[in-house]
T-cell receptor, first 110, second 114 residues
Framework: RKEVEQDPGPFNVPEGATVAFNCTYS??????FFWYRQDCRKEPKLLMS???SGNEDGRFTAQLNRASQYISLLIRDSKLSDSATYLC???????????FGTGTRLKVLA | SAVISQKPSRDICQRGTSLTIQCQVD?????MFWYRQQPGQSLTLIAT?????????ESGFVIDKFPISRPNLTFSTLTVSNMSPEDSSIYLC???????????FGSGTRLTVV
């Protein structure tokens, strides 16, 4: 089993739709979780941290399910500009490094 | 967030040669991380660069192939040595972002080996 797994997609959704991605992780002791956004031919940029209690930033909601070992990202009212690849990152215990998933491609269609 | 200047942004190199990638950070940071992102793949950590000590390499990466320098707390270089076409990739440096508790990445170096 990979340390971090994501559905590569693509997820093709119409503007205004709600879409959710999941990211599973194998190490149950992992402590820190993040979602990154990567546009084509650009570097990844931190979108949001994922807190145990869940957190929301505008149209974006991130949640952590420790029992099932996954994090999720929900995007409401999708915009064309949300089209990108969304990477999850997990911090294994006892290290400073992050393990990244392969990313989920989102295409928001007009 | 820290601002990272990475260069070159891209290069096309002949096999057997070496390329050195530079990253300059606008603030002092303890650790800098070097990642590789091959086409269609996610980010793979190559090594962690600490100032004043040897870099720590991940499984599958060795110092002879990817020597790293970290002369001070704001600068690091990664050299891709004796390149082959399999080294064609995007190389990114990153630093921990204390404000958001994540990473900030440099803009990346797109390397093509011919």
């Amino acid at each position: 089993r990979k340390e971090v797994e994501q559905d590569p997609g693509p997820f093709n959704v119409p503007e205004g739709a709600t879409v959710a991605f999941n990211c599973t992780y194998s190490n149950s002791a992992s402590q820190s979780f993040f979602w990154y956004r990567q546009d084509c031919r650009k570097e990844p940029k931190l979108l949001m941290s994922v807190y145990s209690s869940g957190n929301e930033d505008g149209r974006f909601t991130a949640q952590l399910n420790r029992a099932s070992q996954y994090i999720s990202l929900l995007i409401r009212d999708s915009k064309l500009s949300d089209s990108a690849t969304y990477l999850c990152a997990v911090n294994p215990p006892g290290t400073y490094k992050y393990i990244f998933g392969t990313g989920t491609r989102l295409k928001v269609l007009a | 967030s820290a601002v990272i200047s990475q260069k070159p942004s891209r290069d096309i190199c002949q096999r057997g040669t070496s390329l050195t990638i530079q990253c300059q950070v606008d603030s002092q940071v303890t650790m800098m991380f070097w990642y590789r992102q091959q086409p269609g793949q996610s980010l793979t950590l190559i090594a962690t660069a600490n100032q004043g000590s040897e870099a720590t390499y991940e499984s599958g990466f060795v110092i002879d192939k990817f020597p790293i320098s970290r002369p001070n707390l704001t600068f690091s270089t990664l050299t891709v040595s004796n390149m082959s076409p399999e080294d064609s990739s995007i190389y990114l440096c990153s630093v921990a972002n204390r404000e958001l508790n994540g990473y900030t990445f440099g803009s990346g170096t797109r390397l093509t080996v011919v």
